[in-house]
């Protein structure tokens, strides 16, 4: 993806998928981070801890749901970035 927007360079949609490029690389890499952050807490839980962890496991979807979002945003700059590549400038 980010071969594809150096070669805008110098056209109407490079400025526009470059700064949603940013954004979509931010937004992937907070959503692997609450990923692993709830991945790990999960798996470190033992049965016999229940069910005085729950708060554990709502920690953890509260993390995996934030991810979503944080996946959802990118694929949404993922998607302008696509158009920017035919010229798209966002007005």
Known sequence: MQTSISSLSGQPGYQNALNH???FVVAVN???QDTVKGTHAVLAQVPQ??????YVFVNANRQLLAAGIAL???TYDESVIGL???GYTGS
């Open 84 to 86: 920017a590549t035919g």
């Open 30 to 32: 907070h959503a692997s």
């Open 72 to 74: 959802a945003h990118a």
């Open 21 to 23: 490029y940013n954004s």
């Open 49 to 54: 801890d229940f069910p005085g962890d729950t």
